[in-house]
């Protein structure tokens, strides 16, 4: 059974060992857990905290848009996706210098 972060406790760490974890000042540890073993590493901000429910709404609105692509590739080689980005450029640019 797992917990949520409102009912988790929270992770003390020494000195020492938010150093080695690359913890600076206030940051709050994130545990991981792999393969028998937790380690401790600067837990990720949340995306949103800082945003109004207006920016919020813009923000969804634009990813929900980027979503539709358009995607390219996947390329099976790095000079297939060389030659494809050299192409969209000579085509940009001819279209710039109409």
Known sequence: MGTTEKNALPLVLRRATRRKAGLKGEDEPGPKSETG???????DAVVGDDYTPAQRQII????????KGPYHGPF????????????EVRERKAIKSK
């Not at 073993?37 to 837990?43: C, G, H, L, N, V």
């Not at 080689?77 to 192409?87: L, N, V, Y």
């Open 37 to 43: 073993m937790t380690t401790a590493s600067r837990k």
């Open 60 to 67: 969804d609105a634009q990813l929900t848009e980027a979503r």
């Open 76 to 87: 099976q080689t790095a000079e297939e996706a060389i030659r494809f980005i050299r192409k």
